[in-house]
């Protein structure tokens, strides 16, 4: 890990690729077998059309056949681009037959996906005073607790809703300025990042206090992206606006990062941590790469190179590692959702 001699680089014929007939941004793996296609996988993607037309297509992936095609009547209309899909957590404890899918923009919004069609399920406001509401600019579902979704809004606010009633459990002033990501780390604790410029954790048994976890070295340098890693919930890693750095935190030594991962050439767009090893993330970025990491026990002097690379060849929007199918890493640039194979 010292030296880029052994970086790995992800080979193009290990990818599937699907166009889209409009720019990509939000993607969500499907953790759902479905009865009828037990060896398909389902993946929607958003549009991100910068007017209130915006569309959802549910993608079949079957990994033996390496084929990525749209299911013709699984594409739905969407107000506004979705900033986020994702698939029910943990299909097995829904209380539905089929899969649910959750997205974010003007409001939350479930969707129940079932063989041949889409239904609304619900469509959340937490907006008392009107019907309108400040735009949602992430969510995040509590695996543990699945019937918990927590929102984050340019309001300032986190709201935690109760998905099986449609109702609001609690709803929090989280940061000074516009809260951009949201993530659960154990049943009642969340943690979010904001335009302020910190990382803050939240216990549902304790409403009125916060903790700070990591502050920008620049004030007001806006945090964008939250990852919590899910197999080792001391660790998770944040990017900051205009920046080539992944900064990884151990809650247990706020305020200095264990380590700073600087070797995108440009500014960071998505990371995600691998679902079945606690010390591998993968990044993505505007330099058109998605890196893979394994982090070290100890940290080198010359800092951490990446295990292995891809080059997209354009602006890489968003990345999600599939929970289902842990070799596949999904990637989306311009009008692309491209499935790269780990």
């Known amino acids: 890990m010292e030296n880029s001699s052994q970086e ?177 780390g154990e049943d009642g604790v969340f943690a979010s990042v904001s335009a302020d410029g910190s990382v803050r954790i939240f216990d549902l048994r304790d409403k009125e206090h916060s903790t700070i976890i990591y502050e920008s070295p620049q004030p007001d340098t806006p945090l964008l992206r939250l990852a919590w890693n899910k197999q080792d919930l001391r660790y998770m890693a944040t990017i900051l606006m205009d920046s080539n750095k992944i900064v990884i935190l151990d809650i247990r030594s706020p305020a200095m990062p264990v380590a700073e991962l600087e070797r995108h050439q440009a500014s960071v767009n998505a990371i995600a941590w691998a679902p079945q090893s606690c010390r591998h993330i993968c990044s993505a970025g505007d330099d058109g790469q998605a890196l893979i990491w394994e982090l070290p026990t100890v940290a080198g002097p010359n800092g951490i190179d990446p295990m292995s690379m891809y080059s997209a060849g354009a602006e890489i929007n968003q990345i999600q590692w599939s929970a289902a199918q842990r070799d596949w890493i999904a990637i989306a640039f311009s009008n692309k959702l491209q499935l790269l194979k780990v």
């Not at 900033?83 to 957590?89: A, E, R, V």
Request: glycine share 2%; net charge negative; with cysteine.
């Open 8 to 184: 790995s680089r992800l080979r193009s014929e290990n990818s599937v690729t699907y166009d889209s007939s409009y720019p990509i941004y939000a993607m969500a793996f499907s953790s759902f077998t479905s009865p009828l296609h037990n060896r398909r996988r389902r993946i929607a993607v958003g549009s991100f059309i910068e007017e209130f037309n915006n569309r959802v297509d549910i993608l079949s992936f079957d990994e033996e056949t390496l084929t990525l095609n749209p299911i013709p009547n699984l594409s739905f209309d969407h107000p506004y681009p979705p900033t986020k899909l994702m698939f029910h957590p943990n299909p097995s404890a829904s209380l539905k037959s089929n899969d649910i899918l959750a997205s974010s923009g003007d409001y939350l919004r479930l969707w129940e996906v079932r063989e041949s069609s889409i239904e609304p399920l619900f469509t959340l406001n937490n907006s008392k005073t009107s019907e309108y509401c400040a735009p949602l600019t992430s969510f995040d579902w509590n695996e543990i607790e699945p019937k918990r979704i927590g929102t984050s809004s340019i309001d300032t606010t986190c709201t935690i809703w109760d998905v099986e009633k449609g109702v609001v459990e609690t709803q929090l002033i989280a940061h000074d300025k516009e809260v951009y990501d949201i993530a659960w």
